[in-house]
């Protein structure tokens, strides 16, 4: 089995959900077998269940990740290259490529574009493999931002790369010695800066759309569970694995 599909499925058996859905078969098996045991299944489950999904916990675990840089404002020197880490997408006849973005990376492409108003100077360069699409993820982030009025020939693809190790590895020898800014979401961002750090790159931060956003006012209403914040601790949990396995690689 490939390397990638296997690490992707290991993860995804450890996401919250998984956890979740696996305690509550155990607990339906063992209902009549092992009550205690089913209920101790059940009991974990929603307990996993409330925690994953209640606001100020999810909050506090993903700041963690995303309060580590600024947003970018502008370099005090021209800017070499702008690199955007790839994303998802999906290839559907008749929409635009910035329809067909998820939402993740058409946040870290439209952010590369701002910063792009800012140094146009600067060469854009778009990363990614396709994913089993028809379209490489740098390919489709090309196009959209070209559909954003970035000029095609300011836009540089790596097509190859399956993951943030790999666009580290590809991008750097390209980019060496000169003035960057690295762009992903700003949960990723620490990963992102420790791969090309590692690999010689000292590029600039440029965080895009955090999750976590606060305006100083709480509402009651925030200390009730949300299906949303499931999905933002499914995310910080993916992100912090993905920091301990890179930890134990050096």
Known sequence: MDLFLLKKIISLMIMPLSIIILLLIIAIIFYRLKPKLSFWALFSATTFLFLSTFPPLSDNIMASLEDNYPAFTRSNKPVDYIIILGGVHTSVQGLPATSELKSSSLERLVEAVRIYRLHPEAQIITSGFSGGDVSSNAEKV???????????????????????????????????????????????????MAYFQRYGVNAIPAPASPWV??????????????????????????????????????
């Open 142 to 192: 090309k196009q959209a931002a070209i559909l954003l009025g970035v000029p095609k020939n300011k836009i540089l693809t790596e097509n190859f790369p399956q993951d943030t190790e790999e666009e580290a590895q590809l991008i750097a020898p390209r980019v060496l010695n000169k003035n960057v800014v690295l762009v992903t979401s700003a949960n990723h961002l620490p990963r992102a």
């Open 213 to 250: 956003k606060s305006n100083g006012l709480t509402p009651w209403s925030y200390y009730l569970p949300h299906a949303k914040k499931l999905q933002q601790t499914t995310t910080a949990w993916y992100e912090t694995l993905g920091r301990i396995v890179q930890w134990f690689k050096g």
